[in-house]
C-alpha cells in the first residue's frame, strides 16, 4: 500500500482551527470547571440572599427566595450531604450497572465478534449505507468503537478501490451520529435521562422523566444519519479525497478477511451467544405480554409506574452481560467466574474520570438546588423569553445553536448537560416546553458537532489512523473532512425532530412536548 505525498495538505498557522484548538487546549478539566461553578453559586447564594425578588413558584404560590450556603448551617449542611450527594448523583449508579453488562460482551469478544459478522457480509454495492448502519449500532460498544470499527472500515474501503480514509469519514459520522439516532438504547441514556430529571425537580419535585424518553425520535433519527453519512461520503467527501489526497493502490497490507476473521470456534460462540440474546427476547415478550404482568402498571408496558421501565438498566445489563459470557466460555476466552470479573473490572476503568467529575458535580447540583439559585435563574430566563415572545420552536433551535458553539470546546455530552440541564430544563419548563423535548434538542447538537472539532477526545486516534494511508494527514485535513457530516447531521436530526414534534410522535415512552404546574 503506496500513497501519493506530493503537497501534503497542513494546517497553516494562525488559521481558524489551530486557533480553536490552541484555545481549547487552554482551558482547564471539566471537573475543575465544575468545582469553580461550584465555588461561583456558593459565593453567589450569599450575595443574592440579600435581594428579594418578585418571582413567584407555580407550584408552592410562594416568593423565591436565595438561600445563604454560606451560613453556618449551610455549610454543614454540605459537610454532613458530601457522601451522600455523590452517591446520590443519579447517573452514577445506573451508568456503572450499564456499563459492567456492556464490560462482559466487549471483554469476551462478542462485541467484536458482532462487528465482524455485520462488516463480512457488507456488499461493495452497499459499502456505504452498510458501513453507515454498522456504525450506528457500534456505538453501544462505547470507546471501543473508535478503535476497532475505524481501520477495518478504512481497510475495506481500500480493498475496494476506493479511498480508505473516506470510510474512517463515513465510519465515525456515523459512529458519532448514533449517539442522538441509534437503534437501542446505551450507556449515554441513563446519564441523560439522570441529569435531566434532577434539573426538572428543581421546578417540579415529582416530575420523573424515563429512561428511554426520547427513544423513538433517536430510532427515527438513524435514518437520516445513515443517508448523510452515505450521500456526504459519495458525493462529496471522497470525490474531493480523490482529487486532494490520490491513493496508489499497491499489494494490500493485510486484507478484509484477514481483520474479520472468526475461527471455528468464535463462529460457534457466536452462533449460541445470538440464541441466548434471541432466548432473552422471546422469554421478556412471554413475561410482559399477558394484560396482567407484574411487568405492567394497570395494563400498560409504557407508564412511568409499570415496573419494567424502572428495569430498563438492569435489562440492558442482562441483554449484554448473558450473550458475553456464553461467547466467552465456548471460545475459552472465559475459563472461569475470575474472568468474568476482570472483565468488568477492567471497563470500569474507562470511568475513573467519571467517578471524580460526578463528586464534585453532585457537590455543584446540590448547592445549585438548595440554594434557589437555579430556580431563580430558571424564572428570570423564562422572563426574557416571555418578553422577546419567540415561537417554541425557535427556542428550541437556539437551544441547538448554543450546545453547537459550546460543543467546539468541551466534548464531554455529560459534563456539558450536567451544567447545561440545571439551567436550560427549569427555564423552559417555566415557559411550558418539557425536560424530554429540550434533552432531545440538546443531543442533536452534541452528536452532530463532535465529529468536526478538533477537541473531540479520539481525533489523535483518528489521525493516526488516517496516517496510515496518507502521512500528511493533519487535524485540518480531518476537520475539513468531516464538516460536511456534521452539517448534514444537524440539519437532518433538527428536520427529524420538528417532524416529530409536528405530528405529535411520542419522542419517546413516557414523553411529552409541553409542561404545565397542573400537569
Given at each position: ?35 469553580f ?16 425578588f418578585s ?19 449551610g ?15 443519579p ?8 456499563t459492567l453488562?456492556?464490560g ?19 456488499p ?9 448502519f ?14 476497532f ?8 474501503y ?34 441523560m ?41 459519495d ?28 475461527s ?16 432473552l ?30 428495569m ?11 450473550p ?13 467466574t ?5 472483565s468488568?473490572?477492567?471497563?470500569l ?13 453532585a ?10 439559585i ?13 418578553s ?43 415557559v ?7 434533552q ?5 447538537s ?74
Amino acid at each position: 500500500m503506496t500513497t501519493d505525498n506530493a503537497n501534503p495538505p497542513t494546517m497553516q498557522k494562525g488559521s481558524f482551527l489551530d486557533t480553536i484548538e490552541r484555545v481549547g487546549n487552554k482551558i482547564p478539566n471539566i471537573t475543575v470547571l465544575i468545582f469553580f461553578a461550584f465555588l461561583i453559586c456558593l459565593f453567589l447564594s450569599y450575595f443574592l440572599s440579600k435581594i428579594s425578588f418578585s418571582y413567584i413558584h407555580p407550584l408552592t404560590n410562594e416568593p423565591i427566595a436565595v438561600i445563604n450556603q454560606l451560613s453556618e448551617q449551610g455549610m454543614l449542611d454540605l459537610i454532613n450531604k458530601l457522601v451522600s450527594n455523590f452517591m446520590g448523583f443519579p447517573p452514577l449508579g445506573i451508568t456503572i450497572v450499564a456499563t459492567l453488562g456492556i464490560g462482559i460482551a466487549e471483554g469476551s469478544g462478542f462485541l467484536q465478534a458482532l462487528l465482524k459478522k455485520l462488516l463480512r457480509i457488507t456488499p461493495k454495492k452497499a459499502l456505504t449505507p452498510l458501513v453507515a448502519f454498522v456504525a450506528v449500532v457500534s456505538h453501544v460498544a462505547s470507546d471501543s468503537a473508535y478503535v476497532f470499527l475505524m481501520p477495518i472500515a478504512a481497510l475495506m474501503y481500500y480493498n475496494y478501490g476506493r479511498h480508505p480514509l473516506a470510510g474512517i469519514a463515513a465510519s465515525f459520522a456515523g459512529l458519532a451520529g448514533g449517539f442522538s439516532a441509534s437503534f437501542m438504547p446505551s450507556t449515554i441514556d441513563p446519564i441523560m435521562q439522570g441529569l435531566t430529571q434532577s434539573a426538572a425537580n428543581i421546578i417540579d419535585p415529582n416530575y420523573s422523566v424515563n429512561v428511554l424518553s426520547n427513544y423513538f425520535v433517536s430510532l427515527g433519527g438513524t435514518i437520516g444519519v445513515i443517508g448523510v453519512c452515505w450521500v456526504v461520503t459519495d458525493k462529496w467527501v471522497e470525490p474531493r479525497l480523490n482529487r486532494n489526497i490520490p491513493i496508489t493502490y499497491g499489494e494490500n497490507k493485510g486484507s478484509t478477511e484477514e481483520m474479520t476473521y472468526m475461527s471455528k470456534q468464535e463462529a460457534k460462540g457466536f452462533r449460541y451467544a445470538m440464541l441466548s440474546f434471541i432466548g432473552l427476547c422471546i422469554g421478556l415478550t412471554l413475561w410482559a405480554y399477558p394484560q396482567d404482568s407484574l411487568l405492567r402498571f394497570e395494563g400498560s408496558l409504557t407508564s412511568n409506574q409499570a415496573p419494567i421501565m424502572s428495569m430498563i438498566v438492569p435489562i440492558i445489563f442482562i441483554f449484554f452481560a448473558l450473550p458475553g459470557i456464553v461467547f466467552g466460555y465456548v471460545t475459552g476466552k472465559f475459563k472461569n467466574t475470575n474472568d468474568i470479573v476482570k472483565s468488568m473490572e477492567s471497563i470500569l476503568t474507562t470511568l475513573i474520570s467519571f467517578f471524580v467529575f460526578a463528586f464534585f458535580c453532585a457537590q455543584f447540583l446540590y448547592m445549585f438546588k438548595v440554594s434557589n439559585i437555579g430556580t431563580l435563574l430558571a424564572f428570570s430566563g423564562a422572563d426574557m423569553l416571555r418578553s422577546l415572545d419567540l415561537p417554541s420552536g425557535v427556542t428550541i433551535v437556539g437551544v441547538i445553536i448554543l450546545t453547537g458553539i459550546l460543543n467546539i470546546l468541551i466534548t464531554s455530552a455529560s459534563a456539558k448537560w450536567s451544567v447545561m440541564a440545571s439551567v436550560l430544563v427549569p427555564m423552559l419548563m417555566a415557559v411550558g416546553i418539557s425536560p424530554e423535548l429540550t434533552q432531545a434538542s440538546f443531543r442533536i447538537s452534541d452528536s452532530a458537532i463532535n465529529v468536526a472539532t478538533p477537541m473531540f477526545p479520539f481525533y489523535p486516534l483518528l489521525i493516526s489512523y488516517c496516517q496510515k494511508y496518507f502521512q500528511g494527514t493533519g487535524v485540518g485535513t480531518l476537520c475539513s473532512m468531516m464538516i460536511p457530516y456534521s452539517i448534514g447531521l444537524l440539519l437532518v436530526l433538527t428536520a427529524t425532530l420538528f417532524i416529530f414534534w409536528g405530528f405529535e410522535i411520542p419522542l419517546g415512552i413516557g414523553s411529552q412536548y409541553h409542561w404545565s404546574p397542573q400537569g
